[in-house]
Each structure stands twice: as C-alpha cells, then as structure tokens.
C-alpha cells in the first residue's frame, strides 16, 4: 500500500511544459499524459498492463501521476 500522504517529489516524474502536450502534465521523458494514466486505470488496466504496453515508465512513475492527481483534487475548490 502506498501513502500519499507523505509528500512526493512530483518534479522528480511529471512535467508541465506549454510546448508539450499542449501543456499537459506529462510523464517526464514521454508524451505519456497523467490523464493517459488515469485514464487506464478507470478502463482497468493494472499497473503491470501499463509497464507492459509502455515499457518507457516505470511503477514509480505511475505512482507519481495517481500521487499528482490525488494532490491537484486536494487542493481542488467547489466554487460557491
């Protein structure tokens, strides 16, 4: 199990370039989305499925986009 509570150098893994991906956050190295991530893993695929399709990233990677998306909804505001 992982905790994301402790904070996660999110640097290390994702990048946000406005000449990548239309300035999506990336997987640094990649033109693979953090929504591309997650967006396998709402269709099913696991962690092992993504290393095998993309071998270019890594567990650690697709720990830091879930990681990333977790921190971005945390700070996420309903607008009133």
């Known amino acids: 199990m992982i ?3 402790s904070m996660i150098d999110f ?5 946000i370039n406005s ?4 300035g999506k956050p990336i997987i640094i190295g990649t033109r ?6 997650l967006n396998w893993l709402a269709s ?6 993504i ?5 270019e990233i890594t567990e650690e990677q697709i ?4 990681g990333f998306a977790a921190n971005r909804e945390a700070q ?3 607008a009133s």
């Open 63 to 66: 720990n830091a986009c879930l």
């Open 32 to 37: 693979i989305t953090v929504y591309d991530v």
């Open 44 to 49: 099913g695929m696991n962690k092992k499925d």
């Open 51 to 55: 290393i095998s399709d993309y071998p």
């Open 19 to 22: 000449d990548k991906r239309f």
């Open 76 to 78: 996420s505001r309903i």
């Open 3 to 5: 905790n994301f509570g």
């Open 11 to 15: 640097s290390k893994y994702i990048e």
